[in-house]
């Protein structure tokens, strides 16, 4: 990651029974994670935010030989902009119910940041740190010094809660400081790394026997978008739709220079033998259309044949350091947990399939249902949803034929001030579908663009389907079985508590079934006495 500083703003005070102290700057805990308020009015309830101050990049994301997910990401313990970069850590079970644990990494120095990374799971102790164990945790990282960036490792002995830093470091020196975000996996019998060049275009892919000795083995240049740097490559193995093989993805992230402005992720699926990237072709593919949906990265240890499942950061360069949740202490969140899988689609060919990991943990009751909704209107008033969380679906059939003017609309709407939210889909002609997030007032800036769409085709069979969250100040939504997806922060002045789904001049044989259910906090459970999420305070101490 690279980020701009926002300056003359005022940063968030650390929250009560923070305390001790860092090696880089006084006032950042140690041992001990930050409580955080999550009733907000813009805080998300299945999306996971940091409990205070300020959060980007996922890092070092993997899940455990015990089934806990590790969620670690770059952090400002001390401000709400970015900068004094850390790694904060969340753990989970279910991807959805978080954990908010210590601060996982610290920069050494006062004058350094520990940039975007990633971690393994050394399960062979090819890097020696762990002669008694098989359960030991590498993290690959950035230090960003002020005159390089280098490449550093940390290894933890109790699984990835607390690390010590590598004697040796850097593992991979440099004089540039545009070299970066290292993303490591195992392949069958080596770790391989990806990493940026930023403003060269390229990605360097690494070899190492061991996690400490690196050696250069080729690059991946001057593919798809430029914009002005790459950054935050990813290198994932996936299932392939339809068939028992699966198929290399290298993801690439860039900003500034996105076509919406800001950041953006396009991905490149390909063959990979260990050294060598190369992609089935030329073709720059994005992975969500909309402008909230940045650095996303793949857990590493997923078993091999199941969905690949990643995170990204819900938010953007162009305006995450001016968004109005700074009243509420904190900024940015991440994006639900997706599945992932390729496809080769009619007309598209190679296109990622991405849909929500499982809901059912934070699934609540059905607000009603419909199958009957050819050109007419449900209406549902959520304001007794505690969580003002909604998981929506509409499925389409029979639809073949259907005229450029047949429509399915949704829109979340407040009785009180009028603001609204909406999307839709045109069944005919060349099937677009739009996201619109200007009818809310609750934050203006000349790079919040209002408006996205793009195109997703009707099958031949007439049938077509749509689901979504919205999610306090966040929306996400999933068309064609995950063929295209979006996410967009958003910002209304009172709380979206009625909620439409409305369909118009379809073909008289065409079906249209909904539901809509309410979507419970993941974090109500975990608030003490006065409404404050603690994390897990019983930790050890960080070493």
Same mark, same amino acid.
């Given at each position: 990651?690279?980020?701009r500083?926002?300056?003359?703003?005022?940063?968030a005070?650390?929250?009560?029974?923070?305390?001790?102290?860092?090696?880089?700057?006084?006032?950042v805990?140690?041992?001990?994670?930050?409580?955080?308020?999550?009733?907000?009015?813009?805080?998300?309830?299945?999306?996971?935010?940091?409990?205070?101050h300020?959060?980007?990049?996922?890092?070092?994301?993997?899940?455990?030989?015990?089934?806990?997910?590790?969620?670690?990401?770059?952090?400002?313990?001390?401000?709400?902009?970015?900068?004094?970069?850390?790694?904060g850590?969340?753990?989970?079970?279910?991807?959805y119910?978080?954990?908010?644990?210590?601060?996982a990494?610290?920069?050494?120095?006062?004058?350094?940041?520990?940039?975007?990374?990633?971690?393994?799971?050394?399960?062979?102790n090819?890097?020696?740190?762990f002669?008694?164990?098989?359960?030991?945790v590498?993290?690959?990282?950035?230090?960003?010094?002020?005159?390089?960036?280098?490449?550093e490792?940390?290894?933890s002995?109790?699984?990835?809660?607390?690390?010590?830093?590598?004697?040796?470091n850097?593992?991979?020196n440099?004089?540039?400081?545009?070299?970066?975000?290292?993303?490591?996996?195992?392949?069958?019998?080596?770790?391989v790394?990806?990493?940026?060049?930023?403003?060269?275009?390229?990605?360097?892919?690494y070899?190492s026997?061991?996690?400490k000795?690196?050696?250069?083995?080729?690059?991946?240049?001057?593919?798809?978008?430029l914009?002005?740097?790459?950054?935050?490559?990813?290198l994932?193995?996936?299932?392939?739709q339809?068939?028992?093989? +699966?198929?290399?993805?290298?993801?690439?992230?860039i900003?500034?220079?996105?076509?919406?402005?800001?950041s953006?992720?396009?991905?490149?699926?390909?063959?990979?033998?260990?050294?060598?990237?190369?992609a089935?072709?030329?073709?720059?593919?994005i992975?969500?259309?909309?402008?909230?949906?940045?650095?996303?990265?793949?857990?590493?240890?997923?078993?091999?044949?199941q969905?690949?499942?990643?995170?990204a950061?819900?938010?953007?360069?162009?305006?995450t350091?001016?968004?109005?949740?700074?009243?509420?202490?904190?900024?940015?969140?991440?994006?639900?947990?997706r599945?992932?899988?390729l496809?080769?689609?009619?007309?598209?060919?190679?296109?990622l399939?991405?849909?929500?990991?499982?809901?059912?943990?934070?699934?609540g009751?059905?607000?009603?249902?419909?199958?009957?909704?050819?050109?007419?209107?449900?209406?549902?008033?959520?304001?007794?949803?505690?969580?003002?969380?909604?998981?929506?679906e509409a499925?389409?059939?029979?639809a073949?034929?259907?005229?450029?003017a047949?429509?399915l609309?949704f829109?979340?709407?407040s009785?009180?001030?009028?603001?609204?939210?909406?999307?839709?889909?045109?069944?005919?002609?060349?099937?677009?579908?739009?996201?619109?997030?200007?009818?809310?007032?609750?934050?203006?800036?000349?790079?919040?663009?209002?408006?996205f769409?793009?195109?997703?085709?009707?099958?031949?069979?007439?049938?077509?389907?749509?689901?979504?969250?919205i999610?306090?100040?966040i929306?996400?939504?999933?068309?064609?079985?995950?063929?295209?997806?979006?996410?967009?922060?958003?910002?209304?002045?009172?709380?979206?508590t009625?909620?439409?789904?409305?369909?118009a001049?379809?073909?008289?044989?065409?079906?249209?079934?909904v539901?809509?259910?309410?979507?419970?906090?993941?974090?109500?459970?975990?608030?003490?006495?006065? +409404?404050?999420?603690?994390?897990?305070?019983?930790?050890?101490t960080?070493?």
């Amino acid at each position: 990651m690279k980020f701009r500083l926002a300056f003359g703003l005022t940063t968030a005070l650390l929250g009560v029974g923070t305390s001790a102290q860092s090696s880089s700057t006084d006032a950042v805990p140690t041992g001990t994670p930050i409580p955080g308020d999550y009733n907000g009015a813009y805080r998300p309830q299945v999306h996971f935010s940091p409990p205070q101050h300020f959060m980007n990049d996922p890092n070092g994301m993997f899940l455990d030989g015990n089934g806990t997910y590790h969620l670690y990401y770059q952090y400002n313990p001390t401000g709400i902009v970015a900068g004094n970069q850390h790694w904060g850590h969340a753990t989970s079970r279910d991807l959805y119910h978080w954990v908010n644990q210590p601060i996982a990494i610290f920069p050494p120095t006062n004058d350094t940041q520990v940039f975007s990374g990633s971690a393994v799971v050394d399960v062979n102790n090819t890097s020696g740190f762990f002669p008694d164990q098989d359960n030991g945790v590498v993290a690959v990282y950035t230090l960003n010094t002020p005159v390089a960036q280098v490449q550093e490792i940390a290894y933890s002995h109790d699984g990835g809660y607390t690390f010590s830093r590598y004697a040796e470091n850097p593992v991979i020196n440099s004089t540039s400081t545009q070299f970066r975000d290292p993303k490591v996996i195992w392949y069958q019998d080596h770790w391989v790394m990806v990493i940026a060049y930023s403003q060269e275009f390229a990605i360097g892919i690494y070899t190492s026997p061991d996690l400490k000795a690196w050696s250069h083995a080729s690059n991946f240049t001057h593919h798809g978008l430029l914009g002005l740097q790459y950054e935050c490559p990813n290198l994932v193995m996936m299932p392939v739709q339809g068939s028992d093989e +699966g198929a290399y993805v290298l993801s690439i992230s860039i900003n500034p220079g996105a076509p919406l402005g800001g950041s953006i992720t396009e991905y490149f699926p390909g063959t990979f033998n260990g050294t060598h990237f190369a992609a089935v072709d030329g073709a720059a593919r994005i992975s969500d259309f909309a402008k909230d949906n940045y650095a996303g990265q793949y857990f590493y240890g997923i078993p091999e044949g199941q969905d690949a499942i990643s995170i990204a950061w819900a938010s953007n360069w162009q305006y995450t350091q001016v968004a109005p949740t700074a009243q509420e202490g904190w900024r940015s969140a991440m994006s639900l947990p997706r599945r992932n899988i390729l496809a080769n689609v009619t007309r598209i060919g190679w296109d990622l399939i991405s849909l929500p990991y499982d809901l059912t943990p934070v699934l609540g009751d059905q607000l009603a249902a419909r199958t009957d909704l050819a050109n007419s209107t449900l209406t549902v008033d959520y304001s007794g949803v505690v969580s003002g969380a909604l998981y929506f679906e509409a499925n389409i059939t029979g639809a073949s034929g259907a005229s450029s003017a047949a429509t399915l609309n949704f829109t979340a709407i407040s009785p009180v001030s009028g603001e609204s939210l909406r999307g839709g889909y045109y069944l005919g002609g060349d099937n677009p579908f739009f996201l619109d997030r200007g009818r809310l007032r609750g934050f203006d800036d000349p790079f919040f663009t209002d408006n996205f769409s793009t195109t997703s085709l009707l099958h031949a069979d007439g049938t077509w389907t749509l689901s979504g969250v919205i999610d306090r100040s966040i929306v996400e939504v999933f068309l064609d079985g995950g063929a295209a997806s979006a996410t967009a922060t958003f910002f209304a002045t009172e709380p979206l508590t009625l909620f439409t789904l409305s369909s118009a001049l379809l073909p008289a044989n065409a079906s249209v079934s909904v539901a809509v259910y309410a979507l419970e906090s993941a974090w109500k459970g975990y608030e003490d006495g006065d +409404g404050i999420v603690l994390g897990n305070v019983t930790t050890t101490t960080l070493k």
